[in-house]
């Protein structure tokens, strides 16, 4: 097993960009017209903070903060695909 | 080092990357009926598709000494229009007893509909009747919790299902635990964008355990990496982990899931 430090060495530089890239990312959105109540990034939003938690379980807290939780099911589709983020309809 | 790709669609995948996986150590890859990034037309359609997964592919694979096995069913994204999907199941007798027909799959939920669980019960009664393992496809994105937890209440009203009978694909953090607690196999899959990075899935190795669980690619017209599975075990030695180790998942987990079918073995 390697160590926190041997990981860091691995892998520290790809975590770092990879939340540059989020910062980036939501900087760009806001000089962008739109909705600013878009669930995809009202989703995001939500599961931000789960990075900041202390405990484990972080991935997943994220995953499920990103996860449809409503309890229907619809007889067929009403569109196929997937968008990332629960519908518009589930309280935020 | 050997091992086997449990989940690639080559049907999408060029003749180089069939080379590639021989050239990476790739001894058996299994190919699940899935969908073809478009809807097809017509059912004798599948009809075309399960003689590809049946014959075109398997000697595709032979002349690069991998063995070719293929799961069969109509994919859950087709599965919504229940009469359509209905007919063409009906071809599925014909091509259930060729030699590398492994058992049904890949089925599932698509966008959790009542028409999608009404095919992939009736497919779990048929691997039933016919005593076959099944591998199932989860919902993708924010689809998959919903999903996977329809599923694993519907599977567990099938008295008589071993649920080691079953392998549930495409697992992430928030999925995987309730997927082992229930008896069954899991499959994560090494996808650029989503499912699981290399990382993850090393991750979840370590927090899970290293029983009934296995790696794919599940390499298909999208976006995805034929040699992710070799990608993940040069990861997995760069954190440390013993070839017995790597070979656990990458081999003998497959192996040892797989052989539940008569049909799968690993001679050339
Ligand atoms: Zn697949």
Redesign the pocket.
Known sequence: MPTRKELLDMQFIDARARVIDVAAFLDRIDRHPGDGEEPRLKALRRALPILLSDSPGRAKAVLEALSDTSDVMPESAAFQGATGAPPASEPA | MSYIEP?A?MVSRTTDDYEKLALAGCEALCE?A?WAGFDRSSPQAFHDYFRQLTEVEPARAAKFAIRHFCWLCINPKEADDPGFAREVMTLLPDFLDKPNVLGIG?IGLNKNTRNELAIFEEHVQLALDRGLPVLI?TPHLEDKLKGTRIMLDSLANFSGLDPSMVIIDHVEEHTVRMVLDAGHWAGMTLYPESKCTPSRAIDILETEGLERIWMNS?C?WGVSDPLAVPRCMLEMKRRGYSRETIRKVAFDNPRDFLSASTNFNLDI
Request: proline share 12%; aromatic share 12%.
């Open positions: 989940h669609h699940p899935f890949e496809h599940a298909d």
